[in-house]
């Protein structure tokens, strides 16, 4: 079975409208296979209904990537190797942020929108035939990055968790 | 994995007691009436899938129970789990 990894975003206040949690693939390298997302609160007792989607964005360089703070990607089975990708407060290839403040500029692609109860969190967990997968771009100076993803600013800013999980392919 | 998320511990008062009928996934956690956390871990049942899904470990707290299921259910102000055996029912130490 392929390698393991989470991107987990724990107990922070997020920026309004932004990605939550940002995953890009190396290049060269595998592909990334996601197979779960997660998003929760514990700020707020009050019962409210949330928007949350999960993207992919095509960044033609650096600087118009999403941009947060850097992730630490952990593994699932201590043991395993580290993640090809590495935390870093720029979301662009082979990287991993959260808690993104800016979005860039990149066109974003629906892949999974949904709604949930600030109450009860969000979990995300396909059948296997429905796992998204994402690979480096061509040409090598962009990159494709996944994103979970706000659409609309939550009622509390406070005390949200969100996190990807991935396995890495060949 | 050794040390639980933030989202698998219980907040330190219960606020909120899940409603009849949520399950996970959708949802991401079930807080039972003892302000209990219950959610899917990250450490797969055999190679991963049992009846054509995914399937995890099941938390209570951050901790597993040694049960594994494709969903967590509240009904009834039960904890039920759908896994590779069945239907189960949370007793209050264990799943029957």
């Known amino acids: ?170 | 994995m050794n040390a639980p998320l933030f989202y698998m511990l219980p907040w330190k008062e219960q606020l909120h007691e899940t409603e009849s009928y949520v399950c996970i996934p959708p949802a991401l956690t079930i807080t039972d009436e003892q302000n209990a956390v219950w959610t899917l871990g990250f450490n797969p049942h055999g190679n991963g899938v049992s009846r054509g899904e995914f399937c995890w470990d099941v938390l209570r707290n951050g901790k597993s129970t040694g049960e594994f299921a494709n969903r967590i259910e509240r009904r009834n102000k039960r904890i039920r789990i759908f896994g590779p055996d069945g239907w189960k029912i949370w007793t209050g130490r264990t799943f029957l």
């Open chain 1, 1 to 170: 079975m392929a390698r393991q990894y989470i991107v987990p975003m724990s107990n922070v206040t997020i920026t309004s409208t932004n990605s939550l949690v940002a995953i890009s693939p190396t290049n060269p390298g595998p592909a990334l296979e996601v197979i779960r997302a997660w998003v929760s609160q514990s700020g707020s007792a009050t019962s409210a209904q949330q928007g949350v989607r999960l993207v992919t964005q095509v960044n033609s360089t650096a600087a118009l990537s999403v941009i947060g703070t850097a992730a630490t990607v952990q593994n699932v089975v201590g043991y395993d190797p580290a993640a090809q990708i590495s935390g870093s407060s720029t979301c662009y290839i082979g990287k991993a942020t959260v808690n993104c403040t800016s979005d860039g500029t990149g066109t974003k692609n629906t892949l999974y929108p949904d709604a949930f109860n600030v109450l009860n969190g969000w979990l995300w967990v396909p059948t296997p035939n429905e796992t998204h997968m994402i690979s480096a771009l061509s040409p090598a100076t962009s990159s494709l990055s996944y994103a979970v993803y706000l659409p609309t600013a939550p009622a509390t800013t406070g005390n949200w968790n969100a996190g990807l999980s991935f396995r890495e392919l060949g």
